[in-house]
């Protein structure tokens, strides 16, 4: 047992061979053959390996770098496209951080810098629900963490199969319950994110995990191990064998050499209350300067910790494996190196302030070892027992792994696509036409993509720390930040495999712009941006092309929007054998709220107000989720993208918040304006009357981009219509609040209770 | 009535945070001898007429156990 706080020092417990691959059998065994292919190296990266380092690797460097070099660490697939989110990045002065460190940091004034990032955990998730989701969520929130920030909230955004098919009935309830579990037990508001359903998710369920964190600009932490002499401090949860079958492996029971058994690829568990410790104790560490540099322990743990703190320093590092607490004693270095077990952190502390360290590591009951020490020396020495078993330069596991320009291919299939245009689709036409659109509007509500989010949204705290603003169901979530000045961030995640499908670049695009309008429909000004793209195998040129696009795309939308990215996550290999998942990139906007006192919901809630329609609407039904559900049918064009449009419609939601003038915004995405008008008479309990300015199936279903409706507040109709002129916001009158019904002049009417019955029961009836 | 006992455990190698809180807190009720503490599940499942140990079994894969990170035993009680 490691005493909590104090250092532990490991003897080989009985039973474990001491005998390990060293660096001396390394060089004098040549030839020996290693697994390098069961831990996914090809051969050209081993032989590559053996010429960094003049000599085969050591079992404890294959570990290293096979874990290092894997595409979810060393981004070798997409790290020549990525370079464009910095070559295209707008002027920006509020960019504290950005890519490449575990987390953006922007500041957002008043003496307050805010981190956010969005993670996959797709695979984790399928494999088991429950542990995989939470687990997600613990290990987005160590990473805001590791910039020095407290985590003040999450989201998530989620992608399963067909809402009735039977494995959906065990991912779905598994990923939701484990989210709520951890995010609620650790006492972290989850203030939004998505949830869509498409058959595409159902062998490879997307879960993606949103944090945010706030802390002063000159807390600002890097991983970064300066300063020879200083120690490195493991803090945190023992290590197991916890996902070291993640990385691939280890399926050859020869590797490691501790015999049978020395494979256990086992899933890791979370355990939200020894995170809470974690956060509190790193957050007292920073606050009494005690701590050079942080680094979080995610995908490939200790491996990564040490050769990414050690080569952002550009210093060395001297490490005694021996050293790490171990839940099971009979793991051996190279298990060590690779095992995820949750809940642990990294710190580089200078000598003299061990001793506090530790101190309050105690009293947190956070257990700390002193693991090793920075050196100069630009080599990264790991020892085990005493004997030399790793001894690499950092920077060749961390930074300059291989890189690959994949064959990237537009398939032809995509033509075909194209020109199946949703245009031709029948829409209701003739005598019967108002009750088809009735009936279709009711098949969008009550659908599980249309239908409302509450089973799931319910199941998680939403307000607790007391400064969620605005959560869901409104458009974006809106924090509190400062409670004097009332400045505050607003956050939204968006993404649509469909638009994606028929045009990866404007679907992207579209992604983009989606969260951008959600923010500023809150009125928050949309500062900066992160992603998660999730996409199928890399080594299919067609999938490759498809992410090509998508980066394209969305560094181009960001350079029109002037918002950079800051940071993201790729997914790649998400695919149910040959089949790959849609593209399916998802883009967080974060923007900030100069007073959240002056935020705009998304329902309408006061009678009597103007309803405006803010923007162009044309007949857009390529990968609309009317064309889905009535038709089944996705083909033709997504919806065009104009982000000049989407940043002058952004600049009247701001303006319009700040000045009052509106009392509801709601942006028009998927359903068109039909669900827009659902959702807002739902989401504020009141009803609406609304003539339709042109053909009623258009304007109903349509899903051209930069639109929103706003409720004018009464009596700002004339600054609200002047604001859009100033801007060149194209403004309509639709109608008026007020009443019980969602009334279509001329059309239909819908008792809100039928329609919130219908929106209400889409998720029960599926999930209980 | 005849009847069957199904103990389920976490696998060995799954992290069990639940059995390490009753571990720390068995050395603050003073008890430093207790090195760890693994806790797990016990049924006791009545039948009404007479069943397999492998009928039980196939219950407590489906229902009592989640295969992929517990295990479980089934005895006659």
């Known amino acids: ?768 | 009535m005849p009847s069957f006992v199904v103990n389920v455990m976490l696998k060995p190698e799954i992290h069990d945070p639940q059995g390490d809180a009753i571990a720390s807190a068995c050395h603050r009720l003073g008890f430093p001898q207790v090195a760890s503490v693994r806790q797990g599940k016990r049924f006791v499942i009545e039948v009404s007429e007479p069943a397999s140990e492998q009928r039980i079994a196939e219950l407590a894969a489906e229902l009592l156990a989640n295969p992929v990170i517990e295990e479980f035993s089934v005895h006659p009680a």
């Open chain 1, 1 to 768: 047992m490691t005493e909590p706080g104090g250092t532990t020092r490991v003897a080989a417990p009985p039973g474990v061979p001491l005998r390990q691959d060293t660096v001396a059998d390394a060089t004098a065994t040549p030839d020996r053959e290693q697994p390098y292919a069961a831990l996914g190296l090809t051969a050209d990266e081993y032989a590559r390996i053996g010429a960094t380092l003049g000599r085969r690797p050591t079992d404890a460097e294959l570990a290293i770098y096979s874990v290092m070099w894997s595409e979810h660490c060393s981004y070798k697939s997409s790290r020549k496209h990525l370079r464009q989110f910095a070559a295209k990045a707008p002027a920006t002065d509020v960019l504290l951080a950005g890519i490449g460190q575990n987390a953006g940091v922007v500041d957002v004034g008043h003496g307050y810098a805010v981190t956010f990032k969005i993670e996959s955990h797709n695979h984790p998730s399928y494999v088991e629900p429950f542990q995989g989701a939470a687990t997600g969520v613990g290990g987005i929130v160590r990473d805001i963490l590791a910039m020095g920030a407290r985590p003040v909230a999450v989201m998530d955004s989620l992608r399963f199969g067909p809402a009735d098919a039977p494995d959906t009935q065990r991912v779905l309830p598994g990923v939701v319950g484990g989210i709520s579990f951890y995010g609620n037990c650790l006492g972290l508001p989850n203030i939004g994110g998505e949830l869509a359903f498409d058959p595409c998710y159902l062998g490879n369920p997307l879960v993606n995990a949103l944090c945010v964190g706030v802390l002063r600009p000159e807390d600002l932490k890097l991983a970064a191990a300066t300063g020879p002499g200083n120690q490195v401090v493991l803090l945190g949860s023992r290590t197991g064998p916890d996902g070291i079958g993640g990385a691939s492996v280890l399926a050859s029971a020869s590797f490691g050499g501790s015999g049978e058994g020395a494979k256990r690829p086992s899933v890791q568990v979370g355990d939200p209350f020894m995170e809470k410790l974690l956060v509190e104790c790193c957050l007292e560490l920073y606050h009494a300067g005690l701590v050079v540099g942080v680094q979080d322990l995610g995908a490939a743990g200790v491996a990564c910790a040490t050769t990414e703190l050690s080569a952002g320093g550009g210093t060395g590092m001297r490490v005694a494996l021996d050293r790490v607490p171990l839940r099971d004693a009979s793991l051996g270095p190279a298990e060590i190196l690779m095992s995820e077990s949750q809940e642990r952190m990294m710190a580089i502390v200078t000598p003299a302030n061990v001793a506090p360290v530790l101190s309050i590591c105690a009293k947190w009951d956070v257990p700390a070892t002193v693991i090793g020490e920075v050196t100069d020396s630009g080599r990264l020495e790991m020892t085990w027992h005493g004997a030399p078993v790793v001894d690499i330069p950092p920077s060749s596991a961390a930074n300059d792994g291989p890189v690959y320009d994949r064959p990237a291919r537009r398939p032809d299939s995509q033509d075909a696509l194209a020109s199946d245009d949703a245009g031709r689709l029948p829409r209701p036409a003739g005598p019967a036409a108002a009750s088809a659109l009735r009936a279709d509007l009711l098949l969008l509500v009550g659908s599980a993509e249309g239908g409302d989010k509450a089973w799931v949204t319910e199941q998680y705290d939403r307000y607790v720390r007391g400064d969620t603003v605005l959560a869901m169901p409104h458009d974006a979530g809106l924090l509190r930040i400062d409670a004097e000045t009332g400045l505050g961030v607003a956050l939204a995640t968006d993404g649509n495999g469909r638009y994606c499908h028929l045009d990866p670049y404007a679907g992207t695009q579209l992604a983009l712009a989606e969260a951008h309008r959600n923010v500023a429909a809150s009125g928050a000004r949309p500062l900066a941006v992160t992603n998660c793209l999730n996409f199928g195998s890399p080594e299919d040129p067609a999938v490759m092309w498809q992410f090509t696009e998508a980066v394209r795309g969305l560094a181009d939308g960001c350079q029109q929007l002037g918002v950079p990215v800051t940071g993201g996550n790729v997914s790649f290999y998400n695919q149910t054998g040959p089949t790959a998942i849609r593209p399916t990139p998802v883009v967080g906007v974060l923007g900030v709220h100069d007073d959240v006192r002056r935020r705009v919901p998304s329902g309408f809630g006061l009678p009597d107000a103007a309803i405006v329609l803010l923007g162009h609407t044309r007949a857009e039904f390529g990968g609309s989720l009317w064309a889905w559900l009535r038709h089944g049918h996705l083909g033709g064009r997504p919806p065009a993208v104009d982000l000049a449009a989407e940043r002058s419609l952004a600049d009247v939601l701001v303006a319009a918040a700040a000045e009052q003038l509106v009392a509801t915004a709601h942006d028009l995405s998927d359903g068109g304006l039909a669900m827009a008008l659902a959702e807002a008479c739902l989401t504020g309990g009141t009803g609406c009357a609304v003539t339709l300015p042109g053909d009623a199936a258009t304007f109903l279903f349509s899903e051209s981009a930069a639109r929103v409706i706003v409720a004018v507040r009464p009596g700002s109709e004339l600054a609200f219509r002047q604001l859009c002129a100033t801007n060149g916001v194209p403004a309509t009158d639709i109608g008026q609040t007020g009443g019980t019904a969602l009334e279509i002049a001329g059309w239909f009417s819908v008792p809100l209770a039928e329609l919130a019955d219908l929106h209400g029961s889409a998720l029960p009836a599926l999930f209980g």
